[in-house]
């Protein structure tokens, strides 16, 4: 699985932060743009590097379109970083045990 968009997604602070307001349930676009000092095209910017790496979910109804985090990929990151998690535990004992530790 290539995370190499949601990395990309994840590293910029205004994304981030839009993710954290997402938490709360659907937003519009203006809904999330209000929250920031920025253009309409930059939080459209940014929305479409989330939607791309499959972080948020777009819903259109009317005039409007809403986001909603997707939490699948996230569920998939997680496992993917507790597999290191896990190794990181295992390999640490073992190289402190080896050096008499």
């Not at 809403?66 to 073992?94: M, R």
């Amino acid at each position: 699985m290539a995370f190499q968009d949601t990395f990309k997604a994840l590293s910029d602070p205004v994304r981030r932060e839009i993710l954290t307001l997402l938490r709360k349930g659907k937003m519009s676009a203006g809904e999330i743009g209000a929250e920031f000092d920025m253009t309409g095209a930059t939080i459209s910017y940014h929305l479409s590097i989330l939607k791309k790496a499959g972080l948020v979910d777009e819903t259109k109804y009317k005039n409007f379109i809403y986001y909603e985090l997707c939490t699948s990929v996230f569920e998939e990151l997680v496992l993917w970083i507790n597999q290191f998690k896990s190794s990181g535990k295992n390999n640490g004992n073992e190289a402190g045990e080896e050096n008499g530790k």
